[in-house]
């Protein structure tokens, strides 16, 4: 069975910007979850989506947002980039909601914001 | 709110020995699960072992083995048997019932293993 893909895998932009990252969870998996990662903060959950909507957020600012797509397949968006914003991108995957199943991470996309 | 700790930066191990990674947490769920991923430079994040809370043995997989003391909130990893492969950042992780899927990591152990 195929894991978790993640595209792209790195991405620069400038501060100002907006980018779109895209996540595929393992098949029949029906989770996604997003955290992103920085030296200095470690691992930081963003949101998590099951079934099209959007049922756990973390602090972050409006400016993050996500969706997940009727195949499971999700997207998040980070507009008007900030230097801070720079970090690795992780999504995780899980069979179900509430259930603490194990997440099964994908590779990550590396963003960098000039 | 759920904390994890780990209090130990870094970590150093020699090749076929044994090596302890330290964590602990507090919460005052009762129903919770708890996690060791590892992170090798590729970034990938890996399952290493996985424990309910409700389970009083202790996880173990292969020479991976776990030291859970519910009561100490206390969650150790124990790697016997360490190979150059075992090199990575390791991460403590909680979830529970009420925060569903959400994970709350500790800060993390880089561990070395020298040949």
């Known amino acids: 069975k195929a894991g978790v893909t993640q595209t792209p895998r790195y991405l620069i932009k400038t501060r100002g910007q907006q980018v779109t990252l895209s996540c595929s969870p393992i098949s029949g998996h029906r989770s996604v979850s997003w955290y992103q990662q920085t030296p200095g903060q470690g691992l930081q959950f963003l949101f998590e989506y099951f079934s099209e909507t959007q049922r756990n957020k973390g602090n972050f600012p409006g400016r993050f947002s996500g969706r997940q797509f009727s195949n499971s397949r999700s997207e998040m968006n980070v507009s008007t980039l900030e230097l801070g914003d720079s970090a690795l991108y992780l999504c995780a995957s899980s069979l179900a909601l509430d259930t603490q199943e194990t997440q099964y991470f994908g590779p990550g996309t590396r963003l960098l914001v000039l | 709110a759920q904390t994890v700790t780990q209090s130990q930066p870094e970590m150093s191990v020699q090749e076929a020995e044994t090596v302890t990674l330290s964590c602990t947490y507090d919460t005052s769920e009762s129903d919770y699960y708890l996690f060791w991923y590892k992170q090798p430079p590729s970034r990938q994040m890996i399952l290493v072992i996985r424990q309910e809370a409700y389970k009083q043995q202790n996880a173990t997989e292969n020479r991976f083995s776990v030291n859970f003391q519910k009561a100490a909130k206390s969650f150790s990893l124990k790697i016997s048997d360490s190979q150059l492969g075992d090199a990575a950042m390791y991460f403590c992780?909680?979830?529970?019932?009420?925060?569903?899927?959400?994970?709350?990591f500790g800060t993390g152990t880089s561990l070395t293993v020298i040949p």
């Open positions: 992780a909680w979830t529970g019932r009420p925060t569903g899927n959400q994970f709350y």
